[in-house]
């Protein structure tokens, strides 16, 4: 997962406020997903992405939003941070439909 | 709703032990069935992979075995050593679907020395 970069990497935030994860990816992958893992869960996905502004929503995409303005960057917003959003949130990337995930090394969300 | 589901949560084997990590699925229309391995504080990475057309598929020590008429597949690992310990992933698409990854819920492996 070299080429992929999450940040921050932990973050603490309060209950009511936005927060915005960022991926940043080096691999010019077109396709790119935002999944949260919760034990019990496995990982499931929050929003994902075809290509620069082509975005489009996943199974548990309430209270998140995403952006994609450049091929490299995929942003996640909480737009009011609630406490069942506390989650570990993992960023992929795909060369290309049908084909494996690259996944970064993750997020660490707590809300208090 | 869960579309693939992964048995069982947790297992603990013996060195030179050979795990079994079980998934079914519901969707008929997936065709992509890889298996991802996941070390504490890293993302999951892919394993190995196999599609429908074929039963059984080995990396090194990994194989998956692929029943479609029962909807199940399974991850083996021959010879387990104490760094297979990890959390284990199953996971299913569909090119009908855009093909976005389902994952199951996940198995802890711990492999004893």
């Known amino acids: 997962d070299a080429g992929i970069t999450q940040s921050p990497r932990h973050k603490v935030t309060e209950t009511g406020t936005p927060v915005t994860l960022r991926c940043h990816q080096t691999e010019n992958h077109r396709y790119m997903y935002w999944y949260r893992q919760d034990p019990g869960h496995g990982l499931r996905l929050i929003h994902y992405s075809y290509g620069v502004k082509d975005t489009d929503k996943g199974e548990v995409s309430d209270g998140y939003s995403v952006s994609r303005s450049k091929t490299e960057d995929f942003l996640l917003t909480l737009e009011s941070a609630t406490s069942s959003q506390t989650s570990v949130y993992f960023c992929?990337?795909?060369?290309?439909?049908?084909?494996?995930?690259?996944f970064g090394s993750g997020t660490r969300l707590t809300v208090v | 709703q869960q579309q693939v589901k992964q048995s069982p949560q947790s297992l603990i084997v013996q060195k030179g032990g050979i795990p079994i990590i079980n998934c079914a699925y519901e969707n008929t229309a997936f065709d992509y069935f890889p298996w991802y391995q996941q070390f504490p504080g890293k993302g999951p990475a892919l394993l190995i992979a196999i599609r429908p057309d074929v039963s059984e598929k080995k990396e090194g020590r990994f194989t998956i075995s692929f029943n479609k008429s029962a909807k199940q597949f399974s991850l083996h690992i021959m010879d387990s050593q104490p760094g297979d310990s990890a959390t284990y992933f199953c996971?299913?698409?569909?090119?009908?679907?855009?093909?976005?990854?389902?994952f199951g819920e996940g198995t802890q492996l711990t492999v004893n020395p």
């Open positions: 992929a990337t795909a060369r290309g439909l049908g084909y494996g995930y690259t």
């Open positions: 996971a299913a698409s569909s090119e009908t679907s855009g093909s976005r990854l389902t």
